[in-house]
């Protein structure tokens, strides 16, 4: 893996607007509270935490980030700073009764002993630098604006106005939500589809070859190649190939790793995006990782793209009040990780092994593999997809029965199927639960002898889209609002898609189809969330005044 390299020294006076006076944080008199008193204490001095402090730090056995969180709340102090409930004495006693004070004990502003979000100097950055050297990257920023953030200032430090982007018709919300930010111009690609499944998969070297060729033939280049690696599902992509592809035409491949944090952590796991070339890639860390909601981490390698130019859209984009439960809980996860990362997944990684062999056993039951998307190559072992229409029921009707029945939550409903997520935190009892729940389903719904064909195949229509505005244009023009029926041949005024897995239908500035319209219908009879339309009922949409 590679060695970060970091200056302790800001950026700029831009990315560093917050100096603090000199201070003392507690009088001579006053004691730490809390048995560790050797870190009741933190000196200060130049406005930031000093680095001989680091081996202090870590003598407690703790991150450096979460042992600045302990020392600062153990501190006796007499504050008067944000937030309101004032290190919980203000806490509201109905969240109190249900998790307690210690969070809001730790929920701590921008402390100079805690460091700055924007100019590490402190902890942050020896968190960071630790989750670089872990991950393999030459630099890492903390988010707590989850993955959506990173994958916002990817495209923004890549993309100017009116440069193209090429990616997958199928990307996050975010994606788009970054064109719009950037003026970037999409050069779409339409993902392989699995009509068996209704999936779509990822993006192959020759689909991203074609793309940069099309463009190159109209005198035009890509400002930077986008690719979600691995979907929702845990299809991966050739990232390898990809990237060669890219760097061979100058190209920076920007990977939305969301679901892929834990990859490169196991023999049986696919290679991470880091691994396979990419340039800039964005993890949710707190999807199979153990952080706290919201929280992810970006990354970067190599030097083809501007580092001082993401934190800078990074400051942009994300909150000046920053959570430092947040920002120690990826810390926290790291380090977790750290303790034994080459063995940390196997009883994960067997219990998901062991859960796809039984489904294999069940009649009507299917377990997406390999075999459905030979074209790509992996899908992640932790990714469990299991399809029920030969069984005659769609993934919403069994996620009814097996969440009423069996108490199973998953994690993505689809039309033809249910995607549940292994982690370092599943038990065997919950895949015996999840088990007993498919094997009782299957076998009712197999006696009464439904017919395949009562779960329609509507396909998410990527297809046959048209561009009439770039999205950037068309989120600020003018609009109107029409009847569904009547918005079929407008131009999209409004981002609207299922959610999960938050994979946009109608794009602002594509022309409206009747197909998009029936199968956004589709998804909302069968009891899907529809997000973005102003009209939740889709009884009407808006569209642009072009």
Known sequence: MMSPTFSLSCMSNWLCPLHFPERSLAPPSVTSVGQDESIGRIAIRNDHVLRNNSPVLQQNGLPPLVSALKASAEQNVA??????????????????????????????????????????QGPILEAQTEAAKLFGSSQTWFLVGGTTCGIQAAIMATCSPGEFLILPRNSHISAISALVLSGAVPKYIVPDYENDWDIAGGVTPLQVLKAIQELEMEGKKAAAVFITSPTYHGICSNLSEISELCHSHKIPLLVDEAHGAHFGFHTELPNSALQQGADLTVQSTHKVLCSLTQSSMLHMSGNIVDKEKISRCLQTLQSTSPSYLLLASLDAARAQLSESPDVVFNQAMALAYEAKCMLKRIPGISV??????????????????????????????????????????CELVGNKSITYAFNLGTCRDHVQRLLSGIKHLAATYVTIQQPEERVLTVHAPFDDKITSLIPRDAFFASKRKVTIKESIGEISGELICPYPPGIPVLIPGEVITKKAVDYLLHVRSKGGDITGASDPLLSSIVVCNV
Do not use: M, Q
């Not at 504050?79 to 004990?105: C, D, E, K």
């Not at 992996?378 to 299991?386: E, G, H, M, N």
């Not at 399809?387 to 029945?405: M, Q, R």
């Open 368 to 409: 997406l593999e390999n075999s459905s998307f030979p074209t790509f190559p992996a899908i992640d072992p932790l990714r469990l997809t299991v399809g029920f229409w030969k069984v005659g029921l769609s993934g919403y009707e069994a996620d009814e029965i097996l969440y009423g029945d069996y108490g199973v939550v």
């Open 79 to 120: 504050s008067f700073h944000f937030p309101g409930h004032n290190r919980g004495r203000a806490a509201p006693a109905s969240l109190t009764r249900l998790i307690g004070t210690r969070p809001f004990v730790h929920d701590l502003p921008e402390l100079p002993e805690l460091d700055n979000l924007f100019c590490p």
